[in-house]
């Protein structure tokens, strides 16, 4: 086995050992609201504040330039190994209480050291197959994303088991990453430049990328860190409690899980049809899905399934694709700040939309709120096709 090959194989189990950790109170909610009572705000809170914490250490990360200064394995080592220290405090706290919460914001923060540090570790390794290389890293983080909802099936209603084992795979990942290598393509990414931000308004292929994956932003994260929810409320109404419960664990692994194959699928296509063709179609596949659970909410199970598993495939490959737009419709010396702040406004938003979905449940039901998540999609095609118009 080549050195690239181990390092980037190391790489990849490290980022999906690490990135376990963002959705792990989504897998075990259903499980602690049975044991306490957790208000909406507060069930909502364990999901947003790692989004938060992620958005701030994002930029403190861009602004410091922390991962040029200091060894990137180093940094992905530290801030996974902190990261798994907040998610032991889960076991410390009444669940939904501010402690908690504090807990999954500063989770967010080290994974800020975790995600795009391994992003740019990656890329090191090559030139011509970086799309590959860059899928490969999308598809760890949507596996990982997914693995605390295998994880919550397999141990069943032991919740504080589940935490404790994923909390562990980070340690792991903490480990894993230092034996590593660094490609030959490794380089200091230029510092955040505020004077990038005004590049993303005045230039229109990098504001139509902009706004393509907010559409996209608006309809993932809802759903990563609600499917579980909303498919047992779907499950419920025709299968015992017990059962329902089960099945809604393995639904939302899977719809997670599954996406990040199509990360690979998405980049190979990419470079074939075109990267705004690439995210229009998984868009135009996320939204018509959305609707199709909405449709479908409480009826027989399977349907359900099936239709939740599609919309799990398709929200996911567009995305790094949008990155890649921004990089290609930039001036090289400022991509990377451009990519930055694209993605700190986008994991902002989902703070918002993760928040407001319980509210909006109470106040609508299941399936009016999938419509909603819909209109992202819907958001995203329309700037897509703008820009595929441009010259």
């Known amino acids: 086995m080549s050195v690239k090959t181990r ?38 809170a364990l999901s947003s504040s ?3 914490g992620f958005v701030i250490g ?35 706290y009444e669940p939904g209480g501010f402690a908690s919460v504090s807990m999954r914001f500063v989770t967010g923060m080290m994974l800020a050291g ?16 970086r799309g590959l ?15 605390p909802h295998l994880v919550a099936w397999l141990g069943e209603a032991e919740w504080r088991s589940t935490i404790a084992i994923v909390s562990s795979l980070t340690v792991l990942s903490s480990i894993l990453i230092l034996f590593s290598e660094l490609g030959p393509f490794h380089a200091k990414v230029p510092a955040f430049k505020m004077s990038a931000i005004s590049e993303a308004w005045t230039n229109k292929r990098v504001r139509y990328a902009y706004f393509g994956y907010f559409g996209h932003m608006w309809e993932l994260y809802a759903m990563w860190a609600w499917i579980g929810v909303a498919t047992l409320a779907s499950y419920r109404l025709s299968m015992p409690e017990a059962d329902a419960v089960s099945f809604s664990k393995l639904t939302a692994f899977l719809a997670i899980g599954l996406g990040g194959l199509t990360c690979f699928l998405g980049g190979w ?17 996320s939204g018509l899905a959305a609707i199709g659970t909405a449709l479908t909410f409480g009826g027989p199970p399977w349907i359900t399934f099936v239709v939740v598993i599609i919309w799990g495939i398709a929200i996911i490959p567009d995305s790094p694709q949008f990155s890649a737009l921004v990089a290609d419709g930039s001036p090289p010396e400022i991509a990377g700040s451009l990519m930055t702040f694209q993605t700190a406004i986008g994991f902002a938003l989902t703070i918002f939309t993760v928040q407001i979905t319980p509210y909006m449940v109470e106040w609508t039901s299941w399936p009016i709120v999938m419509m909603i998540m819909a209109a992202g999609p819907l958001f995203g095609i329309w700037f897509m096709r703008k820009l595929t118009k441009l010259a």
């Not at 190391?10 to 009572?37: C, G, H, K, N, Y």
């Not at 975790?114 to 197959?129: C, F, N, Q, R």
């Open 7 to 44: 390092s980037v194989l190391l790489l990849v189990f490290a980022q999906v050992s690490a990135l376990s950790l963002w959705f792990i109170s989504a897998a075990v909610l259903p499980d602690m609201s049975r044991e306490f009572e957790i208000s909406s705000l507060a069930q909502a």
């Open 50 to 52: 790692v989004a938060a």
């Open 58 to 92: 994002a930029l403190v990360s861009a602004l410091t330039g922390l991962s040029d200064r200091f060894d990137p394995r180093r940094v992905f080592a530290v801030c996974a190994f902190i990261a798994a220290l907040s998610g032991y405090a889960l076991l410390m």
């Open 114 to 129: 975790v995600y795009p540090v391994g992003m740019k570790i990656a890329v090191g390794w090559g030139k011509e197959d």
């Open 133 to 147: 290389l860059v899928g490969l890293l999308v598809g760890a983080l949507t596996f990982g994303s997914a693995s």
């Open 269 to 285: 296509a990419a470079d074939r049809i075109g990267k705004a063709q690439v995210t229009i179609i998984a868009m135009v596949v």
